[in-house]
């Protein structure tokens, strides 16, 4: 068994980025005050930067149409482009069904390194992420990188980007080192289960099926609420700098936990029941007549759609996981 891993490496990883974002946007495109809900940065080896001119805004009358075949590169920049904005914008849509407006803006800086860094550029959500040629590279054979590329774009990038979207909602003046969660200081079944809302319908179904097939102890709701997020520490910094996540089954576990204890509030209260827990979780260290945070037991109960005791809420649970078709709602 090994000994658990400190748990500061994403608030101090937070801090870095932010100082390496803004140096490599400042560098490259000087200071912008603009928020544009997806600002997506190319790598320094896409066309713009490599024939030397400064990227100018182009206003264009015509724009321009994408050639088909022949003209077209699935790992070139321009794809690349392509897809961090519909990252951006699915994270965006998936995250406002959760919490409403106003979702923040994100900045994606795509750099021709693997790993990837997410944290706050201010206000705004940042993400540095790797080219699909960096990740292509990567994939385990040639007949899997396009398949591996993919699923980076469309369930890793937006995964990421929500992770992001979280600290900067709703702690963009949180300074770092002042919370031991995961991500943020909400609870890591929270943290993950907003994370994995926001990727492709397929996985989030099949990550609900494994929730269902888990063993009784892995889905006991209370150890789930309480529970430490098993990658936290060394091996995120491991998973961010580009290693595969370890074989651990704990860790495999909570993704599912994860989403599967979100997705049941969801359906049994919808935003409704999202924003009365964020209301508790976020009021807690501030309000006087609550000077602790809610306990993990006492966060579900009486949430819009479920039962008003602790052991209501576990029937509701154990039932939800149960149903064959428990018509989880997170499908868009
Ligand atoms: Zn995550």
Redo the contacts with the bound molecule.
């Keep these: 068994m090994k000994s658990r891993p400190r748990r500061t490496a994403t608030s101090g990883s937070l801090a870095l980025l932010a100082l390496l974002v803004a140096g490599e946007v400042a560098a490259r495109t000087g200071p912008v005050a603009s928020a544009e809900p997806c600002e997506v940065v190319g790598a320094s080896g896409s066309e713009e930067a490599a024939d030397g001119r400064p990227e100018p805004t182009r206003p264009t009358a015509r724009p321009a149409v994408p050639e088909a075949g022949a003209g077209s590169d699935e790992l070139g920049p321009a794809a690349d482009e392509s897809r961090a904005r519909q990252a951006c914008e699915t994270a965006r849509e998936r995250f406002a069904e959760l919490f409403g407006e106003p979702v923040p803006p994100v900045r994606i800086l795509l750099w021709d390194r693997p790993g990837y860094r997410t944290g706050l550029q201010g206000e705004r959500a940042a993400v540095v992420w790797p080219t699909s040629r960096v990740m292509a590279a990567r994939a385990k054979s040639a007949e899997a990188a396009l398949p591996y590329v993919e699923s980076q774009w469309n369930d890793v990038l937006p ?2 980007i ?2 992001a979207l979280l600290a900067a909602r709703f702690f963009a003046d949180e300074r770092s080192g002042r919370h031991t969660g ?2 943020t200081p909400l609870p890591d079944w929270l ?2 289960g907003v ?2 809302w926001a990727e492709t319908p397929r996985n989030r179904d099949a990550r609900l099926r494994q929730a269902r097939a888990l063993p009784a102890e892995r889905r006991d709701l209370l150890s789930i609420l309480e529970m430490r ?1 098993p ?1 936290a520490g060394a091996t ?1 910094e491991a998973i961010r700098n580009g290693a595969a996540p370890p074989p651990d089954e704990a860790l495999w576990a909570f ?1 599912p936990q994860s989403i599967a204890a979100l997705a049941f509030v969801y359906d049994a209260g919808g935003a409704d029941a999202i924003a009365e827990l964020m209301r508790r979780l976020l009021a807690a260290p501030v309000d006087a007549s609550r000077p602790d945070p809610p306990s993990a037991r006492d966060l579900l109960v009486d949430l819009p759609g479920l039962p008003d005791d602790f052991e209501g809420v576990v029937a509701a649970w154990n039932a939800w996981l149960a149903a064959e078709d428990p018509g989880v709602a997170t499908a868009p």
Aim: glycine share 14%; net charge negative; aromatic share 14%.
């Design positions: 995964h990421e929500s992770h995961y991500g943290d993950e994370a994995i997020h990658g995120a993704y």
